[in-house]
């Protein structure tokens, strides 16, 4: 399985010419109507609408959040979160592997840019503390860009560990000039003329 995504692709007026989204669940853009949304769990951007802007731009994916411990000879004990919860760690466990995959961007409409992937941090030895419980927070998928118009989508929500956050995606943009894409995890796409978003904002450190 690939998590965190990559983005979603651009929409385009021309047959075939729409770009697909990345593996780990990049939503594909389209040459007409909508496009496709980011997976669900893989924190995939959103592909941006094609032509004409009656369509909205679609939706990024969702996050999710896997622990992984080790307790007694009981090896490789899992928990996946698809959505926010609780974590009480165990009696006998003092440290964890993580995996935090924020929500992607929601895709532009009108001939718009792909959203970015959900932020990806990961990490071994985290300590933890037995009987303590730890909150989990699973960012949703940033939604696309509303019909009618030419719009951007908006910024997937970030994934939370205890201290650790992976920030949601940038939204992808309409086809508005010179119009640059949002900042997340992954930057989204910009519009004509406009640069693509900065990924990891804020800045992050792996581990």
């Known amino acids: 399985m690939t998590y965190a995504g990559r983005g979603g692709g651009g929409g385009d007026t021309r047959a075939g010419a729409a770009g697909s989204g990345g593996t780990g669940g990049g939503g594909n853009g389209a040459t007409s109507g909508s496009a496709t949304a980011g997976t669900a769990g893989l924190g995939g951007g959103g592909g941006g609408a094609g032509y004409p802007n009656q369509v909205s731009g679609a939706a990024g994916g969702s996050g999710i959040v896997i622990i992984k411990y080790t307790v007694a000879s009981v090896v490789g004990t899992v928990y996946t979160f698809s959505s926010s919860g609780t974590w009480t760690c ?21 001939l718009g840019s792909g959203g970015g992937a959900g932020g990806f941090r990961t990490g071994t030895g985290y300590a933890v503390t037995a009987n303590t419980s730890y ?5 949703a998928g940033g939604s696309g860009g509303a019909s009618g118009g030419i719009n951007n989508g908006t910024v997937g929500s970030s994934s939370v560990f205890d201290t650790i956050t992976s920030a949601g995606g940038g939204y992808g943009t309409g086809i508005g000039a010179a119009t640059n894409g949002g900042n997340g995890g992954s930057g989204g796409g910009g519009g004509w003329g406009g640069s693509g978003g900065i990924g990891n904002t804020p800045s992050v450190k792996i581990g």
């Open 90 to 110: 165990p009696t006998g466990v003092s440290s964890v592997e993580y995996l935090v995959v924020a929500g992607g961007g929601g895709g532009g409409s009108g």
């Open 135 to 139: 909150t989990i927070t699973v960012g």
